[in-house]
Nanobody
Framework: QVQLVESGGGLVQAGGSLRLSCAAS????????MGWFRQAPGKEREFVAS????????IYSDSVKGRSTISRDNAKSTVFLQMNSLKLEDTAGYYC?????????????????WGQGTQVTVSP
């Protein structure tokens, strides 16, 4: 089992940047595919980005592609989401997730463990 703790959220002006972090417990972090999802009030949780076990395989949603970068440091059991050129519509709770499999990793159903989330609010 793995426990995930997100950090790095906050209030930022449109056009600004934030770097989210997700620290994982346990010694098997490198065996998990990691993902970031977000959920705005009244909306379903949506996929943001995913990264393979060694960091060589990344996928992004169209909504953040070109503005965000997912990365991981297996030695520190941490996954990151760098978000640039933030827009008002990026406002949401951002959640880190871990999956044992590369399959279905753009769907929340494909993940086994979740963090509690960190809030990102983008102001005009």
């Amino acid at each position: 089992q793995v426990q995930l703790v997100e950090s790095g959220g906050g209030l930022v002006q449109a056009g600004g940047s934030l770097r989210l972090s997700c620290a994982a417990s346990g010694r098997t972090f490198s065996s998990y595919v990691m993902g970031w999802f977000r959920q705005a009030p009244g909306k379903e949780r949506e996929f943001v980005a995913s990264i393979g076990r060694s960091g060589g395989s990344t996928i992004y949603s169209d909504s953040v592609k070109g503005r965000s970068t997912i990365s991981r440091d297996n030695a520190k059991s941490t996954v990151f989401l760098q978000m640039n050129s933030l827009k008002l519509e990026d406002t949401a709770g951002y959640y880190c997730a871990a999956s044992r499999s590369l399959q279905n990793r753009v769907s929340a159903n494909g993940y086994d463990y979740w963090g509690q989330g960190t809030q990102v609010t983008v102001s005009p």
